[in-house]
């Protein structure tokens, strides 16, 4: 029974390459799930937001302000040599996901407030910003955050 553990640990390893694989795929169908930052939306009325990611480890802009109930098109093009990626949410959740990215460089990570981005090519997010507040938005690829690839995001609430 000595290799009960090993068996676990390749299982687990096995699952987790196959679920979470140095590929990055795109989502098949979109899940609106409310976050604290908000919800997947359409990019019918949607405003679009260009957002530049470079290797010096930064977003152009690395700020932006949102209406809440806004929904914005980021339409991210990455200007650099190694693959990069955005995703949005509180300090707390990107940190926590940049820990679980040191853990494991390779982990596969697909939701609809997070786009991957090879050299030279281009991705969007289309988000609706329905919750007043601070979040933030980051490259969670192993380092990049930790180099300061990270911008903000203020949605101003209604009426405020």
């Not at 990055?24 to 939306?41: F, M, S, T």
């Not at 957002?51 to 010096?56: L, S």
Request: contains cysteine; positive net charge; charged residues 20%.
């Amino acid at each position: 029974m000595k290799f009960l553990p090993l068996l676990l640990a390749a299982l687990f390893s096995a699952g987790a390459a196959q679920a979470h694989g140095p590929k990055h795929h795109a989502p098949a169908a979109v899940k609106k799930e409310q976050k604290d930052w908000g919800i997947a939306g359409t990019a019918k009325g949607a405003r679009t937001v260009e957002i530049v990611m470079t290797d010096a480890m930064r977003f152009q802009p690395a700020h932006l302000d949102v209406r809440e109930g806004e929904t914005l098109r980021l339409r991210v093009r990455n200007q650099g040599k190694m693959l990069h990626e955005l995703v949005i949410g509180t300090q707390q959740e990107l940190d926590a996901h940049a820990a679980l990215m040191l853990k494991f460089p390779d982990m596969e990570h697909d939701e609809p407030y997070m786009v991957h981005v090879e050299p030279g090519k281009t991705g969007e997010i289309v988000w609706t910003f329905n919750r007043a507040g601070s979040f933030q938005f980051a490259c969670l690829i192993a380092g990049h955050y930790q180099a300061g690839m990270v911008g903000t995001l203020t949605v101003k609430a209604k009426g405020g």
